[in-house]
């Protein structure tokens, strides 16, 4: 029997799944609308009959050994989604256990960015490393750390949130209520609100003063700035020392053999991977410069989600240490 | 046959070793002066000949199982001390790999903050912890993370350098080499550069302006914050407020259950708890609140380093997963 994993992504707009064999192969993938439903219980109706109309397309002489959710605010220890600000279900959702139940197999779930890790472990540029670091920039950032071949839970099952790690105590409003946050600076929304102080501060004329704050995504910004904008440029030069300086805190921490960018930022390769490099050897202790690399990520397709999701069963049964909810 | 494990801590100044048993207490201890050795073969043999000696005097039903090892820049994976700045042999030292082919007993070797962390899990407050902190406040600040129970050596063995994540980049100079570390602010040595900061900004009469730079010690300062003295209160304040804004980012790292001060500066007991409570809650990401104990280290005895150090030993017979050196 041929075993296969189901990887689902719960974004807060959208739903993506797919089923996944051990090698990183996706044999089949959806989507449903997360926002369609007004009813948790409707939604994971919809989602376990979608996922039940996939399996039965797949071949005889394939298994699904699992199924691993990606969400944000999971939590690995108790399975349950809990109090996720970007979906309109209230307080503890008891999703794992729902789809063990549903479906017989074990079912692993944790944050994105958590997810993320793993998956890189399982498919992508860590998979001989034991200790390192995925940073996730997308509308905030997120960040999961592989410490001794292992995913960093914490005690509460909430750890690595580096993007609420301090800046500027009197910095830039964040969702999360604080001032300040590293993801305030250093995501897609971070550059955006870094472009428009830049066009606020300084006369130079750019291409960017034609787009609205809506309007503006992180692929405008590489664009203008690979074509010689200057306001554009700056942008990445201020988030890569921001970020930079930043990571040389979280190196001391857990002390990764490499920290890996994924996300559209990281898309747009030494433009914000030439100034993060600089400013966090900078800003290392002594002891740790030249010894931290800091690498894309292998996950950059539209499937790293789902991919991410997948592989948190292939490291479960890898280990067998954990219980399954 | 009566297990026992030898500890020993390596300091710049002396080496303490103790010979003690899986319950903590110490059978029998000693020191030798480390500056005195000019070479550090003769310092290896000063040891092994004091610990023989300290070994024959055991009673007859009593077996040495191992020997643990803290000191600064002791690296666990490789067994040896690596450029160490307090020690005058230059280089790398094979410490464990000696200690073990002249007892023929496994040899763990670590910092010694990483072994004051096993030691709250062996003997002290965390024992049925699997995920917490301990920030040793001596004259600089060390770390030892627990997570999973598993201690954190990072990649390259260097995990945990807490006391060298930023404060203010243009701030106090640190003996890495950088400025503005944590430790220049929230230790021995910190808080007195807090104190003659305070004395030369402001007016207030202070019993410390008495005492002289080098004089001056923690001890005094507590003393004098109980009298009531102001500056010395607000030294104590201030140290608190920069421990508890740089501990709130720790914890979104690794989502500890505690974290336990340890050394001069925590026997301060409110003085610093205090306001280190306060400032870490109140740059938490709300996520965290309320949730992570800060809390006073078992380990505040004179044998507090030897028995951190033995700790590697019975830490290590309990796991039986990692290759001795």
């Given at each position: 029997m041929r075993e296969l994993t189901v990887g689902i992504d719960i974004g807060g707009t959208n739903t993506k799944y797919g089923i996944v064999d051990r090698a990183g192969n996706v044999l089949l993938q959806g989507n449903i609308p997360t926002?369609?439903?007004?009813?948790f219980q409707d939604y994971f109706d919809g989602m376990a009959s979608a996922l039940r109309a996939g399996i039965e397309k797949l071949p005889s002489d394939t298994k699904v050994v699992g199924i691993g959710v990606g969400a944000a605010n999971g939590n690995y220890y108790t399975g349950n989604i809990e109090r996720?600000?970007?979906?309109?279900w209230k307080g503890v959702l008891p999703l794992a256990k729902m789809f063990k139940e549903e479906f017989g197999v074990p079912c692993m779930l944790t944050n994105d960015a958590n997810a993320a890790a793993v998956g890189e472990m399982i498919y992508g540029n860590a998979k001989n490393m034991k200790d390192f670091v995925v940073i996730t920039l997308g509308t905030g950032l997120g960040s999961g750390f592989v410490c001794g071949g292992v995913l960093l839970n914490g005690h509460h099952g909430i750890a690595g949130e580096v993007g609420h790690t301090s800046v500027n105590p009197a910095g830039r409003y964040c969702n999360c209520g604080?001032?300040?946050?590293l993801e305030t600076y250093v995501s897609a929304t971070g550059i955006k609100r870094t472009v428009y102080k830049l066009l606020a501060d300084h006369l130079e004329p750019s291409?960017?003063?034609?787009?609205s704050f809506d309007n503006l995504n992180t692929k405008m910004i590489t664009e203008a700035a690979l074509r010689g904008d200057i306001v554009a440029q700056e942008a990445f030069e201020y988030t890569g020392r921001i970020l930079g300086m930043k990571l040389a805190e979280t190196v001391v921490h857990t002390d990764p053999e490499a920290i890996f960018l994924f996300g559209g930022l990281a898309q747009a390769g030494e433009l914000i991977f030439k100034p993060t490099i600089k400013h966090m050897e900078a800003n290392l202790m002594p002891l740790f410069r030249g010894k931290i690399k800091v690498l894309p990520s292998a996950m950059q397709n539209q499937a790293a989600p789902i991919l991410g999701a997948s592989s948190l069963v292939w490291d479960f049964l890898d280990k067998q240490v954990m219980v399954a909810h």
């Amino acid at each position: 029997m041929r075993e296969l994993t189901v990887g689902i992504d719960i974004g807060g707009t959208n739903t993506k799944y797919g089923i996944v064999d051990r090698a990183g192969n996706v044999l089949l993938q959806g989507n449903i609308p997360t926002t369609q439903y007004e009813e948790f219980q409707d939604y994971f109706d919809g989602m376990a009959s979608a996922l039940r109309a996939g399996i039965e397309k797949l071949p005889s002489d394939t298994k699904v050994v699992g199924i691993g959710v990606g969400a944000a605010n999971g939590n690995y220890y108790t399975g349950n989604i809990e109090r996720a600000t970007n979906l309109k279900w209230k307080g503890v959702l008891p999703l794992a256990k729902m789809f063990k139940e549903e479906f017989g197999v074990p079912c692993m779930l944790t944050n994105d960015a958590n997810a993320a890790a793993v998956g890189e472990m399982i498919y992508g540029n860590a998979k001989n490393m034991k200790d390192f670091v995925v940073i996730t920039l997308g509308t905030g950032l997120g960040s999961g750390f592989v410490c001794g071949g292992v995913l960093l839970n914490g005690h509460h099952g909430i750890a690595g949130e580096v993007g609420h790690t301090s800046v500027n105590p009197a910095g830039r409003y964040c969702n999360c209520g604080k001032r300040g946050c590293l993801e305030t600076y250093v995501s897609a929304t971070g550059i955006k609100r870094t472009v428009y102080k830049l066009l606020a501060d300084h006369l130079e004329p750019s291409e960017l003063r034609e787009i609205s704050f809506d309007n503006l995504n992180t692929k405008m910004i590489t664009e203008a700035a690979l074509r010689g904008d200057i306001v554009a440029q700056e942008a990445f030069e201020y988030t890569g020392r921001i970020l930079g300086m930043k990571l040389a805190e979280t190196v001391v921490h857990t002390d990764p053999e490499a920290i890996f960018l994924f996300g559209g930022l990281a898309q747009a390769g030494e433009l914000i991977f030439k100034p993060t490099i600089k400013h966090m050897e900078a800003n290392l202790m002594p002891l740790f410069r030249g010894k931290i690399k800091v690498l894309p990520s292998a996950m950059q397709n539209q499937a790293a989600p789902i991919l991410g999701a997948s592989s948190l069963v292939w490291d479960f049964l890898d280990k067998q240490v954990m219980v399954a909810h």
